[in-house]
């Protein structure tokens, strides 16, 4: 059961702030202002401008956790600060409290990026090796290491999110990271689902961080992933499925969840948001045939209806599909051959969305702000695709160009990475 909600976007850090900003057709994707965009073959990203990193971003806290995070936040990067206080948003939005969980029983899985250093934590170092002009490397143990601060390696660990929530709020369960890129969140929810299902948990904060705005990790998207053209009007630069699309767009974001056992959620009174039906993840590398994308996108949404069935689920309406949608020409055509693939072609489809026309790419955090954002949308009508405007024939989905379409109570969501690790889940409001 799902009873907790938190966001960091860049359309606001509520779910409700996110979903209006979609349904208004609200874009998050603007001129940087992280990244010296000289040096960059893309100018515009999607930033999560409201999150500063202050006390106030995670939410309502008692004094002395908000003394503990301000002295934790020395060692965390902006990644795990937006992955932290989105899991503090959702575990207040669930009404957590230490009188009605059992801390030995209530722990973290969080998955995220592999989270790069800044450069400037190496400056000082490399600036005390410079010899006419030329960096002596002879010199870097004896000079150039001493300047590096000791625990600069604690702020970019991908392992660090899980363990700062666990530590400020004592949640002693089981306690995992996953670092499958845009896969993380969907996987996320698979384990933990799996981890209270068997018994292991009655309670677990589940969550995703990610940041494609960063001077290394922008350089290396720029250099390994195509990327939309700058354009004037940059809002029209994520165009998942359009015929004109070129490129995916590069943002940042992090959403969290408080997953419970149905028993203990209805025990202590919980507003019980949504529940986790299905779930299923697959890994195609390029020897798996000519279309990995798609086949690990096919056997990700198949293994969800599958697990979905065993649990006695299978004749629930899928209300609609969140699509991965990233605006690559080649990604969107072999996910669009997987959803026809699973449910046939688009009259027989469920309503297709995503939300990457309105904020692009959010890295591992994108997966758990979507589903968040479909989650919210149930029982009401669904935001359409941003920049939509010429469905590409190459991508015959039963795609969702316009308002009205009613979101139904379950969708399913689905996320894969470059390299073929696809992952999927399907939610339904709770009755």
């Not at 973290?108 to 989270?115: A, M, N, R």
């Not at 779930?279 to 798996?288: F, I, N, R």
């Not at 589903?371 to 795609?399: Q, T, V, Y």
Request: hydrophobic share 40%; glycine share 12%.
């Amino acid at each position: 059961m799902i009873t907790g909600l938190g966001v960091i976007s860049p359309l606001g850090n509520t779910p409700d702030e996110l979903v209006d900003g979609l349904n208004a057709g609200k874009s998050g994707i603007a001129a940087f202002t992280q990244v010296p965009t000289e040096a960059f073959s893309a100018s515009y990203g999607a930033e999560a401008t409201q999150f500063t990193g202050h006390i106030s971003d995670y939410g309502p806290l008692e004094k002395a956790l908000q003394r503990t995070i301000r002295k934790g936040s020395k060692v965390m990067c902006r990644e795990i600060e937006m992955g932290v206080a989105s899991a503090q948003l959702a575990l207040h939005d669930a009404g957590h409290s230490a009188e009605t969980f059992d801390r030995d029983r209530t722990g973290v899985l969080f998955g995220s990026d592999y989270i790069m250093s800044l450069p400037e934590e190496y400056t000082a170092g490399i600036a005390a090796c410079i010899e006419d002009g030329e960096f002596n490397f002879a010199k870097w143990g004896e000079l150039g290491l001493p300047k590096v601060n000791p625990l600069w390696l604690l702020k970019y660990l991908p392992n660090m999110p899980a363990s700062h929530i666990a530590i400020y709020n004592d949640l002693r369960g089981p306690n995992n990271s996953l670092t499958l890129r845009e896969a993380s969140g969907g996987a996320a929810i698979a384990e933990a689902t799996s981890t209270i299902l068997r018994g292991h948990a009655d309670a677990l904060v589940v969550g995703a961080t990610g940041s494609r705005v960063h001077p290394l990790r922008t350089l290396h998207a720029s250099l390994q992933e195509k990327l939309a053209a700058n354009r004037e009007d940059c809002d029209a630069m994520s165009r998942p499925f359009d015929s004109t699309r070129d490129g995916s767009v590069l943002g940042e974001g992090a959403a969290s969840m408080l997953c419970e056992a149905r028993e203990h959620a209805e025990a202590r009174g919980a507003n019980i948001l949504g529940e986790v039906l299905g779930y299923g993840t697959s890994a195609v590398g390029e020897s798996g045939g000519p279309r990995p994308i798609q086949i690990a996108i096919a056997n990700a949404l198949k293994a969800t209806l599958r697990s979905a069935k065993d649990a006695g689920h299978g004749e629930t309406p899928i209300g609609h599909i969140h699509a991965h949608g990233l605006s690559d020409v080649d990604i969107d055509k072999d996910e669009a051959a997987a959803i026809c693939e699973v449910f046939g072609d688009a009259k027989t489809q469920p309503p297709v969305t995503t939300a990457k026309g309105h904020f692009g790419n959010l890295g591992a955090g994108g997966g758990m702000v979507e589903i968040i954002a479909s989650l919210k949308s149930l029982g009401g009508d669904l935001f359409p695709i941003r920049n939509l405007e010429s469905l590409d024939e190459d991508c015959p989905i039963n795609a969702v160009n316009a308002p009205g379409v009613p979101a139904g109570d379950s969708f399913i969501s689905v996320n894969v990475t470059p390299q073929g690790q696809a992952s999927a889940v399907w939610i339904r409001k709770s009755s």
